[in-house]
C-alpha cells in the first residue's frame, strides 16, 4: 500500500504563486507514472501534470507554461509549482501514484483556492 499525503494549498490572489507537494511512503524512483490532477465539485478529476519513470512530462494545456512538476527522489516527495494562477485553477488537488504492477494510488487532496 502507497501512502500519499499533500500540502501546500491555500488561498491565494490572481497572479500569485503556490508550491504543492506529495510526500510518499515507498520510493518514488521506480513509479511508472507520478502526476497531479484536480477536480471541482460537480466536475470530473482532471490531469494537471504527469510524470513518467523517465522523466518525460505532460501538461493539460490549460496550465502549460504556468505549472511545472518535479519531484525529489531521496526525499520521496513530488512536487507542483504554480505560477500566475488564475481564479478557474481553483479546485481540490490529487496526487497521484501508478507503480509498474499498476496499482494506483491518491492523496487526500489539498485545496487550491485563487481569488480574483
Known amino acids: 500500500q502507497v501512502q500519499l499525503v499533500e500540502s501546500g494549498g491555500g488561498l491565494v490572489q490572481a497572479g500569485g504563486s503556490l508550491r504543492l507537494s506529495c510526500a510518499a511512503s515507498?520510493?518514488?524512483?521506480?513509479?511508472?507514472?507520478m502526476g497531479w490532477h484536480r477536480q471541482v465539485p460537480g466536475n470530473q478529476r482532471e490531469l494537471v501534470a504527469r510524470m513518467t519513470v523517465a522523466g518525460n512530462t505532460n501538461y493539460a494545456d490549460s496550465v502549460k507554461g504556468r505549472f511545472t512538476i518535479s519531484r525529489d527522489n531521496a526525499k520521496r516527495t513530488l512536487f507542483l509549482q504554480m505560477n500566475s494562477l488564475k481564479p478557474e485553477d481553483t479546485a481540490v488537488y490529487y496526487c497521484n501514484v501508478v507503480l509498474r504492477t499498476g496499482y494506483s494510488s491518491w492523496g487526500q487532496g489539498t485545496q487550491v483556492t485563487v481569488s480574483s
Open positions: 515507498i520510493s518514488i524512483s521506480s513509479a511508472y507514472t
